[in-house]
T-cell receptor, first 116, second 116 residues
Framework: DVKVTQSSRYLVKRTGEKVFLECVQDMDHENMFWYRQDPGLGLRLIYF???????EKGDIPEGYSVSREKKERFSLILESASTNQTSMYLC???????????????FGAGSRLTVL | AQKITQTQPGMFVQEKEAVTLDCTYD???????LFWYKQPSSGEMIFLIY??????QNATEGRYSLNFQKARKSANLVISASQLGDSAMYFCAMREGDGGYQKVTFGTGTKLQVIP
């Protein structure tokens, strides 16, 4: 019973291409997150969203944008892919609202993007 | 500035021994929480334990305990009686904010290897 689904497990794109990474959750969670994971750097927060159409920059938003038109879907967009965006991208969701401090993140399986 | 610091890139522990993984954090938010996640070689992210900033007692979950020292801003994970299956990457994460707006950031991780 997969709860956070990332549309592509592996992608190979060329420099300059526009790339869409899709994430869908079926748990009615308010919060959704996009991270990239690189060896030695851990998970770095790109963008997060706490409600439909709401988005906040994380620690490394440059070169990325996001879209959240529906509660269950959070898309990460690379407007013009570059080789330094080659990475593993992890989507996560989490129930929010009052008294939600202890709620854990549920992660997708990840999308490994290679930009040539 | 790094909000979550994990100073041990890699650690070894003998099977059946206890091990402590270090995590320090930096926040001015009075309401925050600390999480620990495990990432085995399969890549999935597994939640281990949570500690809220207002929790009086240190969190425990089976063989995992969190040594929370608020004044020192540290939240170390203690794994007792290590098992071979504990070999994995371990990430410390911090939730800041309350209510709707909640941000979760991660550290760089510690790779733990359990030796038979």
């Amino acid at each position: 019973d997969v709860k956070v689904t990332q549309s592509s497990r592996y992608l190979v794109k060329r420099t300059g291409e526009k790339v869409f990474l899709e994430c869908v959750q079926d748990m009615d969670h308010e919060n959704m997150f996009w991270y990239r994971q690189d060896p030695g750097l851990g998970l770095r927060l790109i963008y997060f969203s706490y409600d439909v159409k709401m988005k906040e920059k994380g620690d490394i938003p440059e070169g990325y944008s996001v879209s959240r038109e529906k509660k269950e879907r959070f898309s990460l967009i690379l407007e013009s892919a570059s080789t330094n965006q080659t990475s593993m991208y992890l989507c996560a969701s989490r129930a929010g609202g009052p008294l939600s401090g202890a709620n854990v993140l549920t992660f997708g399986a990840g999308s490994r993007l290679t930009v040539l | 500035a790094q909000k979550i610091t994990q100073t041990q890139p890699g650690m070894f522990v003998q099977e059946k021994e206890a091990v402590t993984l270090d995590c320090t954090y930096d926040t001015s938010d009075p309401s925050y929480g600390l999480f620990w996640y495990k990432q085995p070689s399969s890549g999935e992210m597994i939640f281990l334990i949570y500690q809220g900033s207002y929790d009086q007692q240190n969190a425990t979950e089976g063989r995992y305990s969190l040594n929370f020292q608020k004044a020192r801003k540290s939240a170390n994970l203690v794994i007792s009686a290590s098992q071979l299956g504990d070999s994995a990457m371990y990430f410390c994460a911090m939730r800041e904010g309350d209510g709707g707006y909640q941000k979760v950031t991660f550290g760089t991780g510690t790779k733990l290897q359990v030796i038979p």
